[in-house]
């Protein structure tokens, strides 16, 4: 029968089914419930990030159609013990909802997709179908089936199994230094094509006001400006000269109009702008972390292919991992830089913890101690409350980076001593924010990396994915880097982006946390061999580990392989008798929980 003339023969056979006697709202219910199916896929529902996508599919008998009525299941999800429900829709099977299945005669199929919050409290839960038929004119009857039919359970939650190893943060260093001369370096960064000054968060515009209005002897400012190689920088020659001026312009504004102790005259100012220049690219590509071979490419095509500047931009954009190029080294290429040289008056340290604490109890004014000294003074003490209020009025006194760090890591030390989550993760933002100002007040992949991770650690998953992206633009030693993409790609998984994920794996390196993590990805995906690859990888990077092993099981459960999968969770449990709580609780194993082989793996 031709494609197109089915559809209508089966229109004519629902008519002639509805047009016989006797069909009540009873029957077309038993009709429609005897040989239904409802499966939902992924199964168990699984979290994307904040969210738990599926997708349900209904098949019926086509028998059941009459005229005037239908059928639909009305779809609910179940948790809390029972004693909470979200009503999440229903499948109707209306003219124009529904199908007929190629692959099953007689059946029709509809489908809908649905979403549920990813939160703690409906894990678990039961995603509950429920029959009814109804008539659809107004007013019209309805009958409900006796029973809800479990579609599947939920939530399994892959963010929950993501790994992420932490790295100790540690405080700086201090020291209280008499001598207060030095030179501070100051880098701004600016939009494409563009020259003048960003003025919020990230261009240390601030840092600059507050060095000048500090009213230190200055003795020299020196001022350097250059763009990146895209067409669009590059193409205007003056484009580094017109940064370089509208630094050394706002500098001598804000020194005329806010400074009582230096003059612009009294100033040497030396200017310097970088125009179509290779240095700082292939300094920063050899910062990066792209791999050895790739680095070799990009050295070859500027230093031994022959050509005109835009002749190699271009050629650049042939390689296969341009796109690292442009979104991790062309934005900081567009880069000014304002080092100031100047002295300040030296001071000899006196009873500097005595005095600290009468500044941090108000009693006498902040100046009383140098910043140096003022940092040095937490030194002083075990206590990490006192170390806390000495670094938050160094902080909001002399806006200097290091104390902004050190606050931000005395506030993570008391966040790891609270018993509650909701005060834990208070602390973790408050370090974060602080480690945020200490980066832009000196820029490097470490310091950003201090902040992604604190953000990281409180929940705040976007600021956490745009401080990480800060941390490797900069650029700084591989293992750093390497360090960076792995948290980085651990926390795509949570936020629900596995392609990213898997992109920022390539610059990770291998790792014990990578393999695991990335097996994760494959999981979801269910390419169980791979899947199974990186659990193998993962169990030779650490003989005594679980996880991998447990992960094994889990791919066997997922291919319905008892035997493999009791025999992987017995070595697991073996390793860790933890895993053997958790594999009662967890929904991979729903299919054999009851099995004996299953018991007795736990053991």
């Known amino acids: 029968m031709s494609i197109f003339l089915r559809p209508l023969a089966y229109g004519l056979l629902a008519a002639a089914v509805a047009l016989l006697p006797g069909c009540t709202l009873p029957r077309v219910l038993k009709q429609a419930e005897t040989g239904r199916t409802v499966t939902a896929h992924p199964a168990p529902l699984t979290a994307s990030g904040d969210d738990v996508p599926f997708t349900v599919e209904a098949r019926v008998p086509a028998k059941h159609l009459h005229k005037g009525v239908v059928y639909e299941l009305l779809l609910s999800y179940r948790y809390e013990h029972g004693l909470r429900e979200d009503t999440l829709g229903r499948i109707s099977f209306s003219f124009g909802n529904y199908v007929y299945d190629d692959e099953h005669k007689g059946q029709l199929l509809a489908t809908g997709k649905y979403s549920i919050p990813n939160t703690p409290s409906r894990h678990p839960g039961e995603l509950l179908a429920h029959g009814q038929v109804r008539e659809l004119k107004r007013d019209g009857r309805l009958l409900r089936a006796p029973d809800n039919v479990l579609v599947a359970r939920g939530i399994s939650d892959p963010a929950r199994l993501v790994v992420r190893e932490d790295t100790t943060l540690s405080l700086l260093p201090e020291q209280a230094n008499n001598n207060m001369s030095g030179t501070r370096v100051l880098p701004f960064y600016f939009d494409e094509d563009k020259w003048y000054i960003r003025g919020y968060l990230g261009t240390n515009v601030q840092a600059l006001e507050d060095l000048i209005d500090a009213n230190q002897q200055t003795k020299q400012v020196l001022i350097i400006a250059g763009h990146s190689p895209d067409s669009t920088d590059a193409h205007n020659r003056l484009l580094a000269s017109k940064r370089v001026r509208m630094l050394l312009y706002y500098y001598q504004q804000r020194v005329k109009n806010f400074s009582y102790l230096n003059k612009v005259e009294a100033i040497r100012f030396d200017t310097l702008a970088y125009v179509r220049k290779w240095d700082t690219f292939l300094q920063k590509v050899t910062t990066s972390a792209l791999k050895p071979e790739q680095m070799d490419s990009v050295v070859t095509i500027i230093n031994d292919t022959k050509g005109t500047f835009e002749e190699k931009e271009k050629a650049l954009h042939r390689l296969t991992f341009f796109d690292y190029i442009e979104q991790y080294i062309y934005p900081v290429l567009r880069f000014g830089t304002v080092a100031v040289t100047y002295t300040a008056p030296k001071r000899y340290d006196s009873e500097v913890y005595l005095l600290s604490k009468k500044i941090v109890e108000k009693q006498i004014e902040a100046d009383a101690l140098t910043p140096e000294e003022l940092r040095y003074s937490a030194t002083l003490t075990p206590l ?144 169980y061999e791979l899947a199974l690859e990186q659990y193998k990888i993962a169990a030779a990077l650490r003989p005594a580990a679980a996880a991998p092993i447990y992960g094994m099981a889990v791919v066997a459960a997922r291919q319905h392989d008892e035997t493999t999968a009791t025999s992987f969770l017995k070595q697991a449990v073996a390793l860790d008798r933890s895993y053997a709580q958790r594999a009662v609780e967890d929904l991979e194993f729903q299919e054999f929980v009851q099995s004996k082989s299953f018991r007795e793996a736990l053991k």
């Open 384 to 527: 990490l409350a006192e170390k806390q209020r000495i670094y938050e009025v160094a902080a909001a006194n002399t806006n200097s980076w290091e104390a902004f760090h050190n606050l931000g890591v005395v506030l993570l030390q008391r966040a790891e001593k609270e018993p509650t989550d909701k005060i834990q993760k208070a602390y973790y933002h408050r370090a974060a924010v602080n480690f945020t100002l200490a980066a832009h007040r000196n820029p490097t992949a470490e310091f950003f990396y201090h902040a992604a991770t604190a953000y990281h650690r409180a929940g705040d998953r976007l600021e956490a994915l745009q401080n990480y992206d800060y941390a490797i633009k900069l650029g700084g030693p591989r293992p750093l880097l390497r360090k960076i993409f792995s948290d980085r790609a651990a926390l795509e998984i949570q936020v629900g982006q596995p392609d990213e994920a898997l992109r920022s794996l390539q610059y990770a390196g291998p790792s014990y946390q990578n393999a695991l993590n990335h097996a994760l990805i494959e999981l979801g995906r269910e390419h």
